[in-house]
């Protein structure tokens, strides 16, 4: 079983940045991707950013792209979402997720999630 704790989130203005982090324990954290997805209210939970288990394959969705950046340390069990140029747009509840077969951009597929930290950004 695996426990995954983001931290990081808060309140900022627009065009300023947050790194988000996301611990886990309890597993082997080299052998899982690493996905970020967040929701805003009323909306359904997105993809936000991807990382395979070496952290040498990444994906960030169109919306986020040229901004936000993921990325690991395995040595760390330690996931981060380093978040620039922050937007209105982009205030959600961020979560981490641990997928065994490897990164992917489907929510169902991921097999562990953490509780969440919000991001709020005004502007």
């Known amino acids: 079983q695996v426990q995954l704790v983001e931290s990081g989130g808060g309140l900022v203005q627009a065009g300023n940045s947050l790194r988000l982090s996301c611990a886990a324990s309890?597993?082997?954290?080299?052998?899982?991707?690493m996905g970020w997805f967040r929701q805003a209210p009323g909306l359904e939970r997105e993809f936000v950013a991807g990382i395979s288990r070496s952290g040498t394959s990444t994906r960030t969705t169109d919306s986020v792209k040229g901004r936000f950046t993921i990325s690991r340390d395995n040595a760390k069990n330690t996931v981060y979402l380093q978040m620039n140029s922050l937007k209105p747009e982009d205030t959600a509840v961020y979560y981490c997720?641990?997928?065994?077969?490897?990164?992917?951009?489907?929510?169902?597929?991921?097999?562990?999630w953490g509780q969440g930290t919000q991001v709020t950004v005004s502007a």
């Open positions: 309890g597993g082997t954290f080299s052998s899982y991707g």
């Open positions: 997720a641990a997928d065994r077969a490897g990164w992917s951009q489907v929510t169902q597929k991921y097999n562990y």
